[in-house]
């Protein structure tokens, strides 16, 4: 590497040398949209026993967070 570049990592203007063009992936036609309410439980530790995935489980001591968004400002682990 040459004198010449050895400082461009603090040239705030080299902002993309060698890096791909960006670009966004489509979204099929029959995707399922996931925003909305969830039902949200931090845990710690191993997977939780509870049969969460199975449809008639009912989420008590679950909280309700909105997605997209953040469940560390909706429902993190200091919210008891």
């Known amino acids: 590497m040459g ?3 050895s400082q461009e990592h603090r040239d705030p203007r080299v ?4 890096r791909e063009p960006l670009h966004s992936l489509p979204v099929p036609s029959d995707a399922e949209p996931l925003d909305g309410a969830w039902s949200f439980r931090y845990t710690f530790g191993p997977a939780p ?9 009912v989420p008590a001591g679950f909280t309700p967070i909105e997605v997209p968004g953040s469940w560390m400002l909706q429902a993190g682990p200091d919210d008891d």
Not at 49 to 55: G, I, Q, T, V
Request: glycine content about 6%; some cysteine.
């Open 3 to 5: 004198s010449e570049t």
């Open 15 to 18: 902002v993309g040398r060698n």
């Open 49 to 57: 026993s509870d049969c969460f995935w199975d449809p008639n489980f």
